[in-house]
């Protein structure tokens, strides 16, 4: 008689081991997926060009991995770059974001070095493949990201720390009290009951649920918000830095250049100029040609058809549009075909130098306007930079575009600190160099090339509109393509923290009031014995207010 079991702590205690365990393996298969879509950006085929000295070339389809070097591969319009290699018949515009991150494709002509998963944009080309298999610039991003995968390792959360100490040191005073009380002269029965007592009261069941509970909440809170945090590590972490760098295409910048300006000394004729233009350009497929078709149509111009329709790759275009002799394209290229272009030249310096791309248009051989395009910097970058500054991170600007547009962003958006001109690879090492000074840098990025750098940095932020390969190398994702969210994500993880840290120390405080109580260290003076099953309650009671603690945490609102 009088006999009781006490079953519920061993299995709670089982219950929250398992818990953690999967939340470990999930995070660990994440990691794999980043590889794998890196892998999908090559092309599964090549299309060589063979026997072209002995006659009629014949072109074949072989899968990628029987390229070699010195093999001829053409490439239509819209295809990826199988490898790498430079061009030896043919010009086109390729789209290089992905390894560059600059918006505006870059004009190949013969002797032009490609990039292997790069995307072709207008013409067809031939080039001679120099880099295959494991040498490709792709390839040794995917090295960079494994390695990076590799070598940051999981933070040990406080909890852990001290339940590695706790749980051995509570041990040590149950079977204590167990002695003690035997050696009094009390019963076994009255002993062990206090030794269970003890090890029940002492469950470290709310240390348990005190940073899983709040990791939850907080990541839910994030998720309504459009920032999706992966893991507890991420959301712990990204309140530590102090460092945000950021890449500038795509991610500062809206990353496609847009017509921010057309230039002529008669105003009044802005609107037929524009449309004149549009015209000439709607014929190419020229991303810059885009934007000034879509300019025009932005201002509700109507568009006149064209005859006589002429590309020039790499140079401009030309057409015949009401009757008028219309040009658009690079100075030099006006120039010689007898356009004098000097009046106009000096405010199209002051265009490039302010790192814009400038346009030439002309009119029946007449300088009429000059077209400026630009990356434009993106709505709220700069509110976002000064409310980083305010939480007491600085900013800094990573890109692989050149130093002049660089500059233009950081001073328009109010970053101190450039590092521009960095190849894909070099990005990974500049965050390394960063974190070897000791600092606690969180990177921002959107493209492929960004990959290695956000792996390696303490916190990888992708932005949601980034490439797939970016988006599964992040900690963390911003799904609204709001660069404010990372200030946000900041104060969240803030939050998210105090939070933890004051489950915590409830936690604590009722374990150091509890398992003096339950050791019979005050039953001298009070006649205070725990039971076993009043220890059980209010192991669940304080469960129930970390728990309860943890929930009110949906009340967090950012600063704006």
């Known amino acids: 008689g009088g006999g009781h079991l006490y079953y519920e702590t061993a299995g709670l205690l089982i219950a929250f081991i398992l818990f953690g365990k999967t939340l470990e393996t999930i995070a660990k298969s994440r990691a794999g997926r980043a590889i794998e879509a890196l892998m999908e950006l090559q092309p599964p085929t090549a299309r060589l060009v063979r026997g072209a000295d002995y006659g009629p070339a014949t072109e074949i389809d072989v899968p990628v991995e029987e390229v070699e070097v010195g093999d001829l591969i053409r490439v239509r319009p819209g295809e990826k770059i199988p490898v790498d290699g430079s061009v030896v018949e043919g010009s086109s515009a390729v789209d290089e974001a992905m390894i560059t991150g600059e918006a505006i494709p870059v004009e190949k002509v013969v002797g032009s070095q490609v990039v292997g998963a790069t995307v072709n944009r207008t013409g067809s080309f031939i080039f001679k493949a120099e880099r295959v298999g494991t040498d490709t610039a792709l390839a040794r991003i995917v090295r960079l990201v494994e390695e990076a995968q590799g070598s940051k390792a999981p933070i040990q959360n406080l909890a852990d720390r001290v339940s590695a100490i706790f749980v051995p040191v509570v041990i040590c005073i149950a079977a204590a009290a167990f002695l003690i009380w035997l050696a009094v002269g009390s019963s076994a029965a009255t002993a062990l009951s206090i030794f269970v007592a003890v090890l029940i009261v002492a469950c470290p069941c709310a240390l348990g649920l005190a940073t899983p509970t709040a990791v939850m909440m907080g990541t839910g809170i994030g998720a309504k918000m459009g920032i999706l945090i992966k893991g507890a590590e991420a959301l712990q972490l990204i309140g530590d830095v102090d460092t945000v760098v950021f890449d500038k295409t795509g991610t500062l910048t809206v990353g496609r ?304």
């Open 257 to 560: 250049p847009e017509l921010v300006e057309l230039f002529c000394k008669d105003k009044a004729r802005e609107d037929e100029l524009l449309a004149l233009a549009a015209s000439c350009e709607a014929g190419s497929e020229h991303p810059l040609a885009e934007s000034v078709v879509g300019a025009a149509k932005s201002r509700n111009l109507a568009l006149s058809p064209s005859s006589d329709f002429q590309a020039y790759p790499g140079k401009g275009v030309e057409a015949t549009v009401k009757g008028h002799r219309v040009l658009v394209g690079t100075e030099s290229f006006l120039t010689a075909q007898g356009v004098d272009f000097t009046a106009l030249s000096a405010a199209k310096r002051n265009f490039v130098d302010r790192a814009m791309t400038a346009l030439c248009l002309a009119v029946d051989g007449e300088a009429a306007a000059i077209l400026v395009m630009s990356d434009t910097v993106k709505e709220g970058a700069a509110e976002a930079i000064w409310r980083l500054g305010h939480l007491g991170i600085s900013s800094i600007l990573l890109t692989g575009d050149n130093r002049r547009t660089a500059e233009a962003v950081a001073s328009q958006v109010g970053i101190k600190t450039v590092i521009a001109e960095v190849l894909p690879e070099e990005k990974d090492q500049r965050i390394q160099e960063l974190k070897a000074k000791g600092l606690k840098v969180a990177m921002v990025g959107d493209g492929i090339n960004d990959a290695p750098a956000l792996m390696r940095a303490d916190v990888g932020v992708a932005i949601g509109s980034g490439a797939d390969v970016a988006i599964e190398s992040a900690d963390v994702v911003l799904v609204h393509n709001d660069i404010a969210d990372v200030y946000r994500t900041v104060e969240l993880s803030r939050f998210a923290m105090r939070k933890i840290k004051q489950n915590l120390f409830w936690a604590f405080l009722y374990n150091t009031v509890g398992i003096p109580l339950a050791a019979g260290l005050f039953y001298p003076f009070t006649g205070w014995l725990l039971h076993p099953v009043v220890a059980g309650a209010a192991m669940a009671l304080s469960s129930v207010s970390v728990v309860t603690n943890s929930v009110l945490m949906k009340r967090f609102k950012p600063s704006a």
